[in-house]
């Protein structure tokens, strides 16, 4: 990362802020953010010295494995039962700006690909925020710096559920401290989708969640600065295997109007 030097990053200097972006290593998933948030507010000119990205995804299943996976779990009740390994902490490392999990990809071994990266991540990284997303988010960085001011443990979007949907986790260093600790010493591990886990295990350290601003792309919102610029972030959830164009057009529609006049 660059040196700040300017003094308009007095203010943006105080908290170091660690973007995790969630991937998966299966088409359109896996260029996602690098067509859409890397060409809007994830462009290198939008960062500053305290304020990284890094995305970490695990290893691919053969298809034909996949494909057998993927229809168990569309008829069958044990969906979530599947596929469940021992080890807690998946080892990591790092392939220039990926952390790549050693783990098999799947809806059921995303807490735990989570897990593996949380690990390296509190080893290996410096930060105060992890703010942990998935390609269908649009930051506004300047309105993240902003509300992270308010000294947070446990944050999440305000549009949708009572507790932090995956898609934008935000958690101090101490939260994740505190989860990564939990889960060892209790080997806590429900068959449960990664947003409900990480809200449980903040319950059971009395962190409760504090919402910001947040909406989804598309419903009744307009596309202007002055509908958009009070969030912090915006979802964008169009994408289809046949249709992944669609997304990197309205990353680009809110990227405009965001920075027009």
Known sequence: MH????????????????????????????????????????????????????????????????????????????????????????????KQDTITVEIYDTWNSMFKKFLGALAWILKNEEFDYLVRINSTAYINLDNLRTFLETKVDYAGPSNGKKFASGWAIILSRNAVERMVEYVKVNRFMPVRSDDHIVSEVMKKNNMEITF??????????????????????????????????????????????????
């Not at 809007?40 to 996949?66: E, F, M």
């Not at 529609?253 to 027009?260: E, N």
């Open 3 to 94: 040196k700040c030097t300017h003094s308009a990053y007095d203010n943006i200097c105080k908290v170091k802020i660690l973007i995790l972006v969630m991937k998966a290593p299966y088409a359109p998933w896996d260029q996602l953010f690098e067509n859409c948030a890397e060409r809007t507010w994830a462009q290198t000119k939008q960062l500053d010295c305290n304020l990284k990205i890094l995305k970490y995804c695990g290893n691919p299943l053969p298809r034909i494995v996949r494909r057998a996976i993927l229809f168990i779990q569309s008829r069958s009740k044990l969906k979530f039962l599947w596929y469940r390994q021992r080890v807690l902490f998946p080892k990591a490392q790092l």
């Open 212 to 261: 910001f601003p947040a909406t989804n792309y598309g419903e009744g919102i307009l596309v202007n600065k002055k509908s958009l610029e009070k969030f912090v972030m915006i979802r964008v959830k169009n994408v289809t295997p046949s249709r992944p164009v669609l997304d990197s057009r309205a990353f680009a529609r809110i990227h405009y109007a965001l920075a027009s006049g």
